[in-house]
């Protein structure tokens, strides 16, 4: 078969596969598994009618959402109306295009587009997803929306910044932007938030682990705070903007928002994953190259970290109060992003000076 | 006078925040593991379970015509509580009682009696203004319907509602 | 890159670049750059520029015209939809527009460069991250830190001009 036929019928297959096949489905459950943390952590049970233990209720969910009326309000401006749950949920799922969510599977590498600025990619992509909820605030017509539009804008350009500093130190240590090398290197000196891991001597990588807490901290909070995830859910805030920016948006267009929110959660997490816990990787399981079973079961690790990171998503939002928005931008530009540029300089320090 | 509330002086540790949130991370993830370990047990799986016995006896449930021990209709459409009713949702139609018979002293049965039970709150008004203690607001709670018709309970299903009450009979009963 | 692709992002961003200028709506009118900046930076991608592409939609559809779009909310659109065309500007904007582009034209074209093809570059993968941080951080060091102050100062007049306004 030609070289380019075939290249693109596999990163078709694999598009397609990792979309429909492992990201809807479980950002689907994703929702399920939030009602029922939810309910856990309150003392109640969470959906449990809808097939055994309720495990079929994101398909009731899916069917009620597709049946209700799609109302579209007179007061809006359609074109931008209608286009806002689409630009919500599209970035949140291009940005895992790069992310490397196996090692190979026979033989072909399982990340969709390996490009050597993998996690600007990431950046430029997710900076994108705010367009979703400003045009859709703007579009309503109507003031909460409008509040929540405005307030999820600054809040994210805010948060950016945290966010893009916040990996600096690691990219200073690997020298190499590509998301595939960052998960090699961790294969091969110990997971970013353990770069003391198999050289247990060494006080270099103990030392290098501050730096990297400091990182993994900050970024994971400028995670929550990019996917607009309690504590830092300002823009959809229901006790005081109504539903926030999606307030005026009923049926499928509402639930694109509602997805969308967890296709990020989920992106988020494979970022997360990838850049601090070793991606795919976990200790002692070979790759794809020793036969395609441990390819699978590369997957299924990278898949399970995610899940896992999903669980704390779900406990913190159980957990924790909302900030008032002037404590939000605060807690953004005064300590975050002071955390992450001292960070920088203590990294660069550490990996300048002390040779490893 | 204004009543100053002094702000506590938070310590360092206390401004970090982190170990409040450690320590409400600990509180969540107890309450989970206890859910999942079956230790706590609050919710009532209702369509199965049910807490009919523990009603009280003050339950305001449906309102509802009874029956005297004699297996008469106690209500002698007054219209009282059609007119107390606050959103109207009792509608009487009241027939005469013919000269000669037996309870001509009573005049007036109601011949339909509707009650709009999509309009009715459950304030209990109806059953505290019949002067024949006519109508109770029973046990009942889970009242649904298809549709609007099905929800208007007519004469028949408040009656069977109602079942029978026993006590004080003032107008049916003759004169001492 | 198979030429159709340029095309058809040449295409996008001229029709969308069009669309700023003649949307009434501002809005509209900064949506339809957002959708030019990322039909740029799928240009400077189709060159293996993947960095200059990336730190396009990154820097300019990411961030600057989020705030842009945030000032824009704020104002009252309506009155700038009311507005009527003035048709001097029009026709005087429209003139120097062609008279630069002709400009362009012969100053292109009297290059050397533009009559003969490009050699193709010497390597599939060019390391671009690494050689723009190599050619800013050594070639351009002095003019880099000199913009860095200047930036520098600019923030911190902004930030005294806003205070100074508060008090
Ligand atoms: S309970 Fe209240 S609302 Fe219901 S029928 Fe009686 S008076 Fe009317
Ligand atoms: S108040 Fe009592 S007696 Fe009078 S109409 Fe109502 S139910 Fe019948």
Redesign the pocket.
């Known amino acids: 078969m030609n070289p380019t036929v075939s290249f693109i019928l596999i990163t078709l297959l694999k598009i397609v596969g990792i979309v429909f096949l492992v990201i809807l489905p479980m950002v689907s459950y994703a929702v399920y598994a939030e009602r029922k943390v939810s309910a856990l952590i309150q003392d109640r049970l969470g959906p449990n009618r809808v097939g055994p233990a309720g495990l079929f209720q994101p398909i009731a969910d899916a069917m009620k959402f597709l049946l209700k009326e799609d109302f579209t309000p007179a007061h809006v401006n359609k074109l931008y109306y209608w286009l806002a749950p689409c630009l919500a949920m599209v970035p949140a799922i291009t940005t895992i295009a790069v992310v490397p969510f196996g090692s190979t599977l026979f033989g072909v590498p399982m990340v969709i587009a390996d490009i050597n600025v993998g996690v600007l990619f990431v950046f430029a992509i997710a900076s994108l997803g705010v367009y979703g909820i400003v045009i859709a605030g703007w579009a309503s017509n109507s003031k909460y929306p409008f509040l929540g539009a405005v307030r999820s804008s600054s809040q994210m350009i805010s948060y950016e910044l945290s966010l893009g500093l916040a990996v600096v130190p690691i990219f200073l240590l690997i020298g190499n932007l590509r998301l595939t090398e960052v998960v090699q290197y961790q294969i091969d000196h110990g997971w970013m938030i353990l770069p003391f891991a198999g050289n247990w001597k060494n006080p270099v990588g103990w030392l290098l682990a501050v730096p990297m807490w400091i990182s993994f901290g900050v970024f994971a909070i400028a995670v929550f705070a990019e996917t607009n995830r309690l504590p830092f859910d300002l823009p959809e805030a229901e006790t005081e903007l109504v539903g926030g920016y999606h307030t005026e948006y009923s049926s499928m267009k509402f639930a694109l928002f509602f997805l969308g929110e967890y296709a990020a959660m989920i992106t988020g997490s494979a970022i997360i994953v990838t850049l601090f816990l070793g991606g795919w990787h976990f200790p002692g399981v070979p790759d794809g190259s020793r036969g395609w079973i441990f390819g699978l079961i590369n997957i299924f690790v990278f898949f399970a970290k995610i899940a896992a990171l999903l669980f704390v998503f779900m406990w913190i939002r159980f957990t924790l109060p909302r900030f008032r928005y002037d404590q939000l931008m605060r807690l953004g530009w005064v300590f975050f992003f002071e955390i992450a540029l001292v960070n920088i300089f203590l990294a660069a320090a550490i990996i300048g000076f002390v040779d490893r | 006078m204004a009543i100053t509330v002094p702000r506590p002086k938070l310590t360092w540790s206390e401004r970090l925040y982190l170990p409040a949130i450690a320590a409400g991370m600990a509180i969540t993830l107890r309450h989970l593991k206890d859910m999942l370990l079956g230790r706590t047990r609050v919710t009532m799986q209702y369509p199965e379970q049910k807490w009919d016995a523990q009603l009280p006896e003050h339950y305001r449930g449906a309102p509802a015509?009874v029956k005297d021990e004699a297996g008469r209709i106690?209500?002698?459409?007054?219209?009282?509580?059609?007119f107390i009713c606050p959103p109207r949702a009792i509608k009487?139609e009241p027939g005469e009682i013919p000269a000669k018979d037996r309870f001509s002293k009573v005049e007036k049965y109601?011949r339909e009696f509707d009650i709009d039970m999509i309009r009715c709150i459950f304030c209990g008004m109806?059953e505290e203004?019949?002067?024949?203690q006519?109508?109770f607001l029973r046990k009942d709670y889970a009242i649904t319907g298809l549709t609007r018709a099905e929800m208007v309970h007519n004469k028949e299903k408040l009656l069977e509602i109602g079942g029978v009450i026993h006590g004080v009979v003032l107008k049916w009963n003759e004169k001492k | 890159m198979p030429s159709f692709l340029f095309w058809l992002f040449a295409i996008v961003m001229l029709v969308f670049g069009a669309l700023v200028v003649i949307n009434r709506n501002p809005i509209a009118s900064a949506l339809s750059l957002v959708i030019c900046f990322l039909g740029l930076s799928a240009l400077f991608m189709s060159l293996d520029a993947f960095f200059i592409g990336i730190i396009q939609v990154l820097v300019y559809a990411g961030a600057v015209m989020v705030l842009f779009l945030f000032i824009i909310m704020l104002l009252d659109l309506r009155a700038e939809e009311r507005r009527k065309m003035n048709w001097v500007a029009f026709v005087g904007g429209f003139l120097v527009a062609f008279s630069l582009l002709v400009q362009i034209l012969a100053v292109i074209g009297s290059t050397r460069m533009a009559k003969q093809a490009f050699p193709p570059l010497a390597s599939e993968h060019v390391d671009d991250v690494r050689n723009v941080g190599l050619v800013l951080f050594g070639n351009y060091n002095l003019p880099f830190q000199v913009i860095a102050v200047l930036i520098l100062v600019a923030t911190i007049g902004v930030i005294v001009l806003s205070k100074r306004r508060l008090r």
């Not at chain 2, 106690?74 to 059609?82: F, N, S, W």
């Open positions: 015509l106690r209500c002698v459409a007054c219209q009282l509580c059609e009487i109601p109806c203004v019949c002067p024949e006519a109508i």
